[in-house]
Each structure stands twice: as C-alpha cells, then as structure tokens.
C-alpha cells in the first residue's frame, strides 16, 4: 500500500483517526508513505509509523509539534458588531473554548496540559515508528520544519524519490519480481469524463431553493408557488 501524504497537517484528533488505521492496514501488509509537497505536522503524524517513507528533496516535512489557542472576539463582536450576549453555563470549564473570554488562569493550565500531552504522543508515535530514541526526536521536532533532503539526514524520511520510487519499493516490500506486472488501484478512484462534465454543469444555486428545485421533478409548474422568502433569493436571477 502506498499512502500518498500532502497535507501541513490540521486537527490533532484527526491525524491520530487517520494513524490509527494506518496502524491497522500495516497489520495486513506494508505500507509505503509518498510524501508529495507537504507532510508537515498532522501530515507527518500520520506517516509516522508506515514501514518506508518517501519524500520529494524539496517536500516540505517534520513540523513535529502541537500549538494550540482561542480568538477572543466579545469586544469586537459588541462595540463594532452591536451584539450582545447572555451567557449560561454549568461547569468551572464549561466555557473553555467560548470565544467571549480570555482563559482563566486555571484554564490556561489545563490547556497547556492538553498540548503537552498531545506533544508527548506525537513524539512517541515517531521515536516508535521510526526507531528513534525520544531525546533524538526531541531534538529535530518543536515545530521545525525540513525539507525532504534535511530530513533523510535526520532519519525522519528513508528515501528521495518520488511516487514511482515508493511503488518501487512498495513491489519490494510485497517480494514481486522486477519483472512481474501488477496493476494499480488508485483511491479515491479518478473522476471519470461524465462526472467532471456533470459536476461543471450543476447549477450553482441557494441552498434556500434546494427543495423548490427538486419539487419541480414532481409538480407541474402551473401549480408551484414560491414562498416569499425563496422569492426574494430569486429575484437577482
């Protein structure tokens, strides 16, 4: 299986969803991690631990951290926006990712422990997959970011090459023969002509005249009536 990664990562839950099944499918056969322009943060958590990774010399990769934080937009939303706001909430924390207030102190710690931990994970997830000592990874990881060729040197990318060298490899790792034919599955599968030329021509509409679009399947137009609401959407068309 070859997994190709371009992505500068995103939400920490989502990378470690998206790890986790990597970990299962490596249960089942090697996996060959492709990295294409990125595979920074999230994008590197979840290469992390395939059996082989691949990296363009210029890829941009490891960004091995975590950061995390909230917008504070009360005064914003009622000196310039006019709105105010009654708030109800049952817990110290209930509101920890409310937008109308600063971190408590206490919050604040709470939060720095989430990252910590969350930072910790992530560090593990590499020494692990990539046979690294913690203190190692610790070294090449608080964020920084490498290029593909930096980060052969460092052990967090076994190769240069591009898709066609993890294939390669991804032939090795399943013992096929150099001159054995496979074929290739890509997934998601490619859209196909018809779908490119459907998708071109779906009417971008307002989601308010999604159910007067499709009623007209079922109702002679002599009988429909738009509500006065969808009217007013319609009216610029």
Do not use: C
């Amino acid at each position: 299986m070859v997994l190709r990664i371009d992505s500068p990562g995103g939400s920490a839950l989502a990378s470690d969803l998206i790890l986790r099944e990597v970990e299962k499918l490596r249960e089942k056969k090697p996996v060959v991690v492709s990295m294409s322009d990125t595979a920074a943060s999230g994008g590197y958590y979840i290469a992390a631990r395939a059996d082989k990774i691949v990296a363009e010399p210029a890829s941009l990769t490891g960004s091995i951290g975590i950061f995390g934080g909230k917008l504070v937009t009360r005064r914003f939303e009622e000196e310039i926006l006019g709105i105010g706001h009654d708030t109800q909430k049952r817990g110290a924390n209930a509101d920890l990712y409310s937008s109308l207030q600063p971190y408590t102190p206490q919050q604040e710690v709470r939060v720095q422990q989430l990252m910590n931990r969350t930072y910790q994970a992530f560090v593990g997830h590499v020494a692990t997959g990539r046979r690294m000592s913690r203190s190692a990874v610790e070294g090449v990881a608080s964020g920084r970011v490498w290029t593909g060729a930096a980060a052969q040197k460092i052990g967090l990318v076994d190769e240069l090459g591009g898709l066609d060298r993890a294939v390669e490899i991804a032939r090795q790792q399943a013992h096929l023969g150099a001159g054995e034919t496979v074929g290739l599955d890509f997934y998601p599968s490619p859209p196909s002509w018809l779908d490119l030329l459907v998708e071109r021509r779906q009417p971008r509409i307002p989601a308010a005249l999604a159910d007067v679009v499709k009623s007209l399947e079922k109702t002679p137009p002599r009988l429909l009536e738009l509500p006065v609401e969808v009217a007013r959407i319609a009216r610029p068309f």
